[in-house]
């Protein structure tokens, strides 16, 4: 495994901004991990792990110590066994590719994952999900246990040692997630084609899915909706520069192409404040700012 210097990290963000990382790797298995972290050690680096970039804010400056990309790690197996499917996968199997083994299977994990953009190793970071109308609706419901490697070796957690909320998993220590367990019962199985049809046609319709952006900006202040506040706000499709809140989704800021990090976090602000001024509701990005930044408020 080469660790080069200097690598543009844009084309590893869904944003296509951020600088460049200091060094950069590309592991392909849990061996090839453990040289990197070995690497950071010896080198006295930080490292930081970028999967498929679909919910991080890169900074202009970019990245110091060493950049894993788990883009590589890509092997996944399944089998049934005590009436389950069980999915072992690498940390940067595709969400879309677990998926499409649920679907073959007839089960139910395939509706909320339709469509959802990341990796496995981001989904369980992030407790990624959609909303409860479907069972299961997060990541939380579907892992069994997931392996983390850092330089003291490596740990196996399992679902119950973590604190799962929203958009959330804690009770990990800062480490690699490079292996994830995923478990789902066989008992039902059912027809889902044409409900995996209606929840990408629902994810089109309502998302700007083919644009420059990490999904949602901000976590929904329960029981309001960050979108309805930004909308309400008179944000949607407030363009500064080269950057835009979407018009088909105020949570959504878009890349309408040259812009740089820096100006997304502007607009970040700008929608904060005055989303503050007009309701008094704190917004939290769910987003991740990975690099240097400034300490944020
Ligand atoms: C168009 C669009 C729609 C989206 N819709 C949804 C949605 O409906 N629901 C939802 O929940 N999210 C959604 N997202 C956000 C995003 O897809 C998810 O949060 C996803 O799970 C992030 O996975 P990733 O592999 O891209 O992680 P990244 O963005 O690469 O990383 C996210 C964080 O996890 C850390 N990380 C990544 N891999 C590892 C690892 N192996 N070990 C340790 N830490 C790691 C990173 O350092 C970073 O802090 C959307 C994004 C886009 C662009």
Redesign the pocket.
Known sequence: MEIVQNKDLKKFS?WKVGGFAEYFCQPKDKEELKTALSWTKKNQKDW?????????LISDQGISGLVIS?KKMTDFSFEKKRNSLFIVCQ??VL?SEVMKIFKKHKLAPALFLSG????V???V??????GDHLTPH?FSEIVHSFK?MDFEGSTTYSKEDIKWSY?KSSGWKK????EVLLKWSLDQELDLNDKIKQEIKK?RHS?P?SEA????VFKNPFPLFAGSLIEQAGLKGYQQGAVKVSQKHAN?IINLGGATAQDIHKLITLVQKKVYDLFKVRLET?V?Y?GFWKKRS
């Open positions: 869904w930081t792990v970028l999967g498929a970039g679909t919910n991080v788990t940390a940067g969400k959802l953009p990341g990796d190793a981001g989904g970071v992030m407790n990624a999900g959609v997060e983390t958009r480490s690699v997630i490079y994810r998302q899915l952006s990490c999904g949602s959504f769910e991740h990975l």
